[in-house]
């Protein structure tokens, strides 16, 4: 009976104690885990009393706990799905189809099951070896030999339970180790806190790897880091754009895409106890080294060049085999590029803090955080390091700057000039891109000097005509009543609209292209039309003047010695001169307007920016940076504020077609065009002197320099006092009919 009673303990039944499943089925590993204890006295033994009867199945529950535990041990331990995998179809024939996918964090935690169940079977062998040799009383010895596994193993049973039953592995399993570990039983707690010590070794391999080297090792989808493959499945087709961009602006570089498509947090799999940020710096240093790991195969044929100080002149890629044989195949110097890039002292300082938290017997959170936050401060170093002084980042910033934000004016003041006549008659649909080469490329050799490296990444782009701006078609024609007065101001709505797609393009090279995503360059581009939409109409402005003037003085000339002629060209002055005070108005309003973006907005958060990049030495800091200033851009621009950006919009359109109208007066009579021109232009700049002064606007902090702007606009009280005329309409602007007239 005693060693009926031992070998139950290491869970073996027998004729003295059975198992109830036994007679229902057999029992294999595979078999499922029971939800109760199932071991129990024989019913047909009489001799033993109902105390003694009670208290060994109470004993042996433990032989219960124990199978089922080593069951699961032995399982979550078969590394049969290997070999199955290798063997493909023959195993497969052979193997039976498991419901179970393989999981290693379960079977770390089967290891550590493994620990404490020797230690119990070590505890049974003693409690035999000390009924064998002395005479003691046999339940009471085995009582208290396994007394402490009363309060380890019925535990560790519902853990292993719940496992099974839930499918909990990864993440969720550290978590539910980790909520586990707060009881008040000591023995139990040092119980899961070594099975979390287990568990926390394979998750600090992945880390090592990802970390370390920028490898994903995650075959069964445990870790919290995954590729974006398998979000792609969930969520259909929400990047397809961005990946034709990404695919667009990079052939054969895998790093762009894997920078910012290629990998995301999943947070079913990540653990309560790892904070959110701490999950994203993990997400970004790994991202990181990828990068510092696997440079682009251009990147690399540069870099062999600069370390073999080839002549400035001869640094192209293009003929370069030819020019060079005696180099070295760039892919065979691939893991030296990368190692400049992150110096393999640096790689070994990583490995180290990982390792030391590995070797931690108890995880502590601020140790972790602390150690993560090294490793990302130390891959955003690098890669800042790589972006901004080996690629030359502010070179590029510069470049940007000179061309989507009109920096370079001689260039674009030039190209309008070269261009005018082209944009007054509509763009052909197949030729529009290329009848815009001609003007860019004089302006170009008239304005760009050979020196400047960045102008060959630029490119003109003319959309299709769908893509158009459509913030301001809604505005001009709606009030006026003559059939020919709307038709001529759709034509010219039409043409307008069109032209004011022009877009630029800018060629980016790896690794530029982590700091300059898509979005960054489309917040570029809508920055820079509207910028070109506003020095085209200050261009008009200023050559629809000089062209009349230089026609007023051609007649004065012609008919000096005519003096009733002279007369009626001084009466035709008469008439003009409130066309060219409605013109000085709307000059007035386009050059402050153009002033205060230039000056007030771009070239002050240009220099906030450049501070920025001189005092960072980090990469994610870089980026938001340089995310705030364009959004300051935007904002003070009030491309962000649909009301206002119709307004300018609009009041961009009616400068440009008073200029039209002007230069064509003496063909057509269309004194009520511009009536209805110079009307709406009065509502709109009071409508936007309006909106500017209010205190929503004036008082944030979006718009710092706002005021300079009002008061540039407001320096004689002209546009306040018109503005209250408008508002209580008492004091509307004079028509032009009313100003002929006097």
């Known amino acids: 009976m005693l060693h009926e009673l031992l070998l139950a303990l290491l869970g073996y039944t027998g004729d003295l104690i059975i198992d109830e499943r036994e007679h229902s089925k057999s029992l294999g590993v595979d078999a499922p885990i029971s939800d109760e204890p199932t071991f129990k006295l024989a019913p047909d033994i009489s001799f033993i009393q109902p105390s003694e009867r009670d208290l060994i199945e109470k004993i042996t529950t433990l032989g219960f706990y124990y199978r089922e535990l080593d069951r699961f041990s032995v399982r979550s331990r078969n590394l049969s799905w290997i070999r199955s995998a290798n063997e493909c179809s023959l195993a497969s024939d052979l193997s039976k189809p498991k419901a179970e996918k393989p999981s290693v964090y379960r079977r770390a935690i089967a290891n550590g099951i493994v620990e404490i169940l020797s230690v119990y079977r070590s505890a049974v062998l003693h409690i035999e070896q000390k009924l064998l040799s002395e005479t003691v009383p046999i339940l009471a010895t085995v009582t208290q030999g396994l007394n402490k596994f009363f309060v380890l193993l019925p535990p560790l049973y519902e853990l292993v339970l719940e496992i099974e039953r839930d499918d909990i592995r990864g993440g969720q399993l550290l978590n539910l180790l980790h909520k586990r570990c707060h009881c008040g039983v000591p023995e139990l707690q040092a119980c899961i806190q070594r099975l979390l010590w287990h568990a926390h070794q394979v998750l600090y391999n992945q880390l090592a790897a990802w970390m370390v080297y920028g490898i994903l090792q995650d075959q069964h989808g445990e870790f919290f880091i995954r590729r974006q493959e398998d979000k792609d499945v969930e969520h259909g087709s929400s990047h397809r754009d961005i990946s034709e961009k990404l695919a667009r602006m990079s052939t054969d570089d895998t790093s762009l895409t894997d920078w910012h498509l290629g990998f995301h947090i999943y947070l079913d799999m990540l653990p309560e106890y790892i904070h959110m940020r701490v999950a994203e710096s993990i997400l ?156 860019f490329q004089l302006a170009a050799i008239k304005t760009i000097s050979e020196e400047d490296k960045y102008f060959s990444r630029v490119s003109l782009r003319m959309p299709s005509f769908g893509m158009t701006v459509k913030s ?220 500017l002064r209010s205190s929503r606007l004036v008082g944030s902090q979006r718009a710092p320099f706002l005021r300079r702007f009002l008061m540039r606009l407001n320096f004689n009280s002209f546009f306040e006092a018109t503005a209250k005329g408008v508002l209580n309409v008492v004091r509307p602007r004079p028509t032009l009919s009313v100003l002929n007239q006097q």
Not at 340 to 351: F, M
């Open 284 to 439: 970004f240093s790994g991202k990181a080294i990828r990068v510092l790991r696997n440079p682009s195969h251009a990147f690399r044929f540069q870099d062999i060049v600069y370390h073999q100080q080839v002549p400035r002149g001869s640094q192209k890629v293009q003929g370069f085999s030819g020019r060079f044989p005696f180099l070295k195949d760039p892919f065979a110097d691939k893991e030296l590029i990368g190692e400049e890039l992150l110096p393999q002292s640096e790689a070994d300082k990583i490995e180290t803090m990982l390792l030391e938290l590995k070797e931690s017997s108890e995880f502590h959170k601020r140790s972790f955080e602390c150690a993560i936050d090294s490793i990302r401060a130390t891959a955003a170093s690098h890669l800042w390091q790589l972006v901004v002084v080996r690629a030359d980042l502010n070179g590029h910033l510069k470049a940007l700057k000179d061309y989507f934000l009109l920096a370079k004016g001689d260039f674009f003041q030039c190209f309008l000039e070269e261009s005018r006549q082209l944009m007054r008659l509509p763009p052909r649909q197949s030729t529009a891109e290329a009848d815009l080469m001609v003007p």
């Open 472 to 691: 301001s078609q809604v505005d001009l024609p709606k009030t006026d009543g003559n059939a020919g007065t709307a038709l001529s101001s759709a034509s010219s709505e039409i043409s307008l609209d069109c032209w004011d797609g022009i877009a630029l393009e800018y060629s980016v090279d790896w690794p530029l292209q982590l700091f300059f995503t898509p979005d960054v360059l489309s917040k570029y581009c809508r920055v820079f039309q509207y910028l070109l939409r506003l020095k085209r109409t200050q261009m008009e402005l200023e050559k629809s003047w000089a062209s009349v003037m230089h026609q007023d003085h051609t007649d004065f000339a012609k008919h000096r010695n005519d003096h009733v002629k002279g007369s009626v060209s001084q009466q035709g002055r008469q008439r003009s001169r409130p066309m060219w005070r409605i013109r000085e108005h709307m000059a007035f309003l386009i050059r402050n307007l153009q002033f205060y973006i230039q000056v007030d907005v771009i070239e002050s958060q240009w220099n906030v920016l450049q501070a920025h990049i001189q005092d960072s030495n980090d990469f994610t800091g870089l980026v938001g940076v340089h995310q705030e200033y364009l959004s300051a851009l935007i904002s003070q621009s009030f491309l962000d504020i649909g009301s206002l950006s119709r307004i300018l919009d609009s009041i961009m359109k009616l400068c440009l077609q008073f200029c039209w109208n002007i230069e064509n007066q003496e063909s057509s009579a269309n004194t009520s065009e511009l009536e209805h021109i110079i009307e709406e232009f009065n509502k709109k700049s009071n409508s936007l002197y309006t909106i």
